[in-house]
């Protein structure tokens, strides 16, 4: 297995991931913005938490890439379809999980239970799949992150 | 100020009684009786999210007054856009403040619109009511309480109210609210946070009274930098308040007006889009802005244009989309109406008019912006110097003129006079800004075009200049033929058509725009820019004193927070037409400053 190939696929990954989720975004099927839910983790500016959530996005999608190798790795065989069905398994676990209790739990502007009256400005929480930004956004994550390892398992695949 | 209690007729409140609140993206138009029933999200050509305005049953609100009978003052926080309502009841007095805020301290929400309410007397019980309708009233959503908010969405949009020490809110359905009560140094907030294509963010109070104070403190910080010494200074800064609360800061255009559909007659079908920026006003708005000492917005709303136009050089579109784009297709929505008054229509089928006096318009758009400024750029030069060239080619059309007539194409006098003043300011360009190798051409039309208007579009009988070619009426648009210097403004054509129109159109200090077919069915109000080009005329003329008693009338003819419609209808008074129109506070501010200038 190709490590270089897995951080190619990564950022090829990566660049349809971002680009798929801002066409829905465009389309008003989902309200779903990862990389202002990253920046706003680290800045109150808008613009700024935009372009920094970006730089986070890009280099999570590459470092991703390397999980995939790793497992590719251990399974001893690589394809796009098995990409295909790790990436919906990593949409699964964003989505329930990630999204759903961690980021709330660690981001300190983002609404939770846990959250008072004497809390300043609070972003909205994604919910259980993403379901508070839009009914078809677990939809769309799931395709966008099909797509991401359905690239990843091709470009190892292709290096052999 | 006035103080009297709102009413209502079938749901609808009068024109007349709307305030406008804005943050330079989007238009809050607020009726007397605290409700919210204008407000397109995320900018002001986007559809409505609150649109009782155009149908009062499914258009959507958002309501905050008295829960009994009240009476009510308002004003304008002195030099702002942040407006204030005093509401007097038998039991006390409470005071809201409205305002949509300004980007600042903390993580702001995509678009922020604030209800902050002070009790100044005694117990008020208070009641708001959230009606939020998506897509011009075609999607009531579900609200859902989530963590302190009330959010109601719908595809990509969000909706998010959070209130503080204003009741607990019940949903029922599309709709939510409460009642509470504020006693006397007592306050309570509701706050409208939206969000487009984003999670939205659910603002903390001590942040939005923050951005409050920052907003009110921007806005008096932009009036305080406004030069103006003259009389009426009160109607002059109050309308360069409204003109930078129409201008889009996303691109620098400013819009005609902050609605669509509001009807030029009761009832009647002459209900327009006006949310998008018309070349036509591009001389009117230089002039103003920089009369103003807004040189900033001035030369953003001309670079803007420049840009804008660039899609359709050398030709010029007769309007554009607020984003400089050229898509205004227009189409009908199945609404009410404001009060019955259908159709309503989003988009513009006039953009694709051939309007012959936007050129003359941008010329001395360009002139003025030179005049200030001293230069233009060279690629911006050279695509002036084409356009004047392509006018040499355009001027022997008939146009649809200044009102858009949907009629069949004419010579229109005022279109003529405007392909003159076209290439009487490309000749001036062409001494500094401008290349002139087609000089000779531009000189040459020139005077093609004044001996066609003197020869053809003068009335001997009338002693005026006459609508169009070969017409017996007269036009309320010709009175700029002193102010653009197309005829000496003291001479006898100007005052002859002065004398024609004030005999023909007027109605008391009023004037209708012309009384001839326009192609379209039923009547109109007068229009209040013809108005004050009128007092800007007479003031040209020298008559300075008869200018300034009907610039009296006519700056009290303003609502009680200052602002003006497109047209007023002047047998009752009541406001027609778009609200609040740019036009109208162009001309109110030109015809102000001629005085001043004439008086000096």
């Known amino acids: 297995m190709n490590l270089l190939a897995a951080l190619a696929g990564g950022f090829v990954g990566t660049l349809v991931i971002t680009t798929l989720l801002q066409l829905a975004t465009e389309l008003r099927l989902t309200r779903v913005d990862i990389p202002f839910l990253l920046g706003t983790a680290f800045t109150e500016e808008r613009d700024e938490a935009k372009a920094v959530g970006y730089a986070i996005y890009a280099l999570a999608g590459v470092a991703f890439s390397v999980v995939y190798w790793a497992v590719f790795s251990a399974l001893g065989q690589a394809s796009w379809w098995l990409g295909l069905l790790f990436g919906l398994l990593h ?52 395709v966008a992150h099909a797509a991401y390892g359905a690239i990843v398992g091709w470009f190892i695949a292709a290096a052999g | 100020m006035t103080d009297s209690s709102p009413r209502r007729a079938d749901g609808y409140a009068p024109i007349r009684d709307y305030a406008a609140i804005g943050d330079g993206r989007t238009v809050a138009l607020i009726a007397r009786d605290g409700s919210i029933d204008w407000l397109c999200l995320p900018n002001l050509d986007s559809p409505s999210v609150f649109g009782a305005l155009l149908d009062a049953r499914r258009g959507g609100r958002f309501v905050l007054a008295p829960a009994g009978p009240s009476r009510v003052e308002r004003r304008y926080v002195p030099g702002t856009n942040v407006l204030e309502t005093t509401f007097r009841t038998s039991d006390g007095a409470a005071r809201v403040t409205d305002a949509l805020t300004l980007p600042g301290a903390g ?64 949903i029922e359905g599309a709709a939510a609210g409460a009642e509470f009560t504020v006693s006397e140094g007592g306050s309570a907030m509701i706050v409208l946070a939206t969000a487009t294509q984003e999670p939205v963010v659910l603002p903390g109070r001590a942040a939005v009274e923050r951005r409050l104070a920052d907003t009110i403190e921007f806005w008096q910080g932009w009036t305080g930098k406004r030069r103006y010494e003259g009389a ?8 360069a308040l409204v003109l930078k609360l129409l201008a889009y800061a996303p691109s620098g255009a400013i819009a005609a007006a902050a609605t669509t559909s509001l009807p030029e007659h009761p009832g009647g079908q002459r209900n327009w889009d006006y949310r998008f920026s018309w070349v036509r006003d591009a001389a009117f708005t230089l002039a103003a802005l920089l009369s103003l000492d807004s040189d900033e917005e001035a030369t953003t709303f001309l670079w803007w244009l420049l840009q804008a136009s660039q899609r359709t050089h050398p030709r010029l579109d007769v309007l554009y989309r607020l984003d400089g784009g050229t898509g205004t297709r227009e189409r009908e929505l199945e609404l009410e109406g404001y009060g ?37 750029d060279r690629d911006s030069g050279r695509r002036i110097a084409e356009i004047a060239t392509l006018v040499c080619s355009l001027w022997r059309q008939p146009d649809l003129g200044i009102w858009e007539v949907r009629s069949d194409p004419r010579h229109f006098t005022h279109s ?126 020298g008559r300075v004193d008869e200018a300034a008693e009907l610039m009296d009338e006519l700056v009290s003819l303003g609502n009680d927070v200052g602002l003006y419609s497109e047209e007023i209808d002047p047998s009752s008074g009541a406001f027609l037409g778009n609200m609040p129109q740019g036009l109208t506070h162009l001309a109110l501010v030109n015809a102000a400053v001629s005085i001043s200038r004439a008086a000096a």
Not at chain 2, 112 to 125: A, P, T
Not at chain 2, 232 to 239: I, N
Not at chain 2, 347 to 370: C, D
């Open chain 1, 91 to 142: 949409g699964l676990f964003l989505g329930a999980v990630v999204m759903n209790i961690l980021l709330p739990a660690v981001h300190p502007r983002m609404g939770s239970s846990s959250s008072a009256a004497n809390d300043g400005s609070l972003i909205e929480p994604p919910g259980f799949m993403m379901l508070n930004y839009g009914a078809q956004t677990p939809a769309v994550s799931l």
């Open chain 2, 107 to 170: 993580l702001p929400p995509l678009r922020e619109l604030v209800r902050r309410v002070e009790g100044i007397s005694g117990d008020v019980r208070m009641a708001w009511r959230f009606e939020p309708r998506f897509g011009y009233g075609r999607v009531a959503p579900r609200i859902a309480r989530r963590q302190r908010a009330l959010i109601a969405t719908s595809g990509g949009e969000a909706l998010a109210v959070s209130s503080w020490d204003a009741g607990d809110p019940r």
């Open chain 2, 232 to 239: 009426w200074s009160e109607a002059v800064l109050r309308s």
């Open chain 2, 340 to 376: 019955g008054a259908r159709p309503v229509r989003i988009g513009n089928g006039a953009a694709s008019q051939l309007q012959l006096g936007i050129y003359g318009e941008l010329l001395e758009a360009a002139l003025l912006h030179v005049s200030a400024h001293g230069r233009l």
């Open chain 2, 416 to 541: 003529k006079m405007l392909c003159w003043v076209a290439l009487d300011r490309a000749l001036r360009l062409a001494q500094n800004a401008i290349p002139g190798t087609r000089a000779p051409l531009w000189r040459h039309t020139a005077d093609q075009i004044r001996d066609f208007v003197e020869h053809r579009c003068w009335s001997e009988e009338k002693r005026s200049y006459v609508r169009a070619q070969g017409s017996n009426e007269v036009d309320a648009s010709l009175l700029l033929s002193g102010v653009v210097g197309f005829t000496d403004p003291g001479g006898r054509r100007a005052l002859g058509t002065i004398a024609a129109i004030r005999r023909e159109l007027a109605h008391g200090p009023l004037l209708h725009r012309y009384r001839g077919d326009d192609g379209l069915p039923g009547d109109e109000g007068a229009f209040l820019a013809c108005s004050f080009w009128l007092v800007d005329a007479l003031a040209r003329a």
